[in-house]
């Protein structure tokens, strides 16, 4: 008796949950963004409210565009997300505390439609992989620079999760010991320094502890954002191209380390710190190699990503979408 195969519907939803909005739209096979929307991710204190208004909005999106029948799957792509258990775990920039088992949550919210769940910069390294300039590539790094520095890991084609999910942290790497206090509790990691966040507030420090002139002192310290930084550095103003040298050196320093774990052919920026441009790849170009083993110097390339920014979580997180279907039958038994 012949064995039925499971019908391959046309479309799929990649959903890309961030600390402010989330995102999420419809994709076809050939990665083409049919349709998409958003909600506000803080809107609702309780996570139950959330489900509700994303279940509801993303119904409204498909049912507009391909109808429901047609939807194989879903990606989603979470801080703290954990794509072996399907729940977002501790995330300090989103409003629910504790384990959220959101792939199950969402699925029972959507027709039992099978979900997925994966890191959120993950979900931009697979987007990187089959849309961007990680195209062909085995081995890279993708790292994620906004309000946190976030990194997916590619080896040998495929993403390191490691034992229980959460492989891949570089940004909560200690880059400067007794440094600076991280949302994640600790001290001195490296999103601290090297992101948007971060860029800001080495800002506030050098204006607190120097006295030369600065076109940032026109500003409210606490106001203070990288973009402020980037419109004063293209004005050749000093302390401005000094916070993004000083930014870019840390951020060398600390690429050059995870050289040494895979030895990856590229590493690819992606986010809104990288729209500083040669003021953010430069030094960290020259500082990555300063601090490269000899082994490894002239190697490895420093790509900027080739997705737009607002499509590259939603195509990634979209392609866990195709697979769904068999990660759901280990999550239905995880949750019971």
Known sequence: MAVETPEIKPYVLGVDI???NTVFGIVDARGNLIGSSSIKTTTHPKIEDYVKELSDAIRALVEEEVGMSKIHGIGVGAPNGN???????????????????????????IDNIPVALTNDA??????????????????????????????????GGKLVYGHDGFAGEIGHTIIRRNGRVCGCGRKGCLETYASATGVARTAREYLEIRDDDSL???????????KDVYNAAKQGDKIALEIFENTGAILGEALADAVAYTSPE?????????????????????????NLLNIYKNKVKIMLSEL???????????ALGWEADREMLSLMTTQG
């Open 18 to 20: 961030g600390g402010t």
């Open 216 to 226: 940032l002192r026109k500003l409210d310290p606490e106001e203070i954002t990288s």
């Open 83 to 109: 794509h072996f258990t399907g729940s977002i775990d501790f995330a300090p920039n989103l409003p629910w505390q504790g384990k959220i088992p959101l792939a199950y949550m969402l699925s029972q919210a």
């Open 122 to 155: 993950n979900a931009a390294a697979i987007g990187e992989m089959t849309y961007g300039a990680a195209r062909g590539l085995k081995d890279f790094i993708e790292i994620t620079l906004g309000t946190g520095l976030g990194s997916g890991i590619v080896v």
């Open 266 to 290: 590229a590493i690819i920026l992606f986010g809104g710190l990288t729209h500083a441009g040669d003021l953010i790849v430069n030094p960290t170009k020259r500082h990555l190699e300063l």
């Open 308 to 318: 737009k920014e607002s499509d590259a979580a939603v195509l990634g997180a979209s």
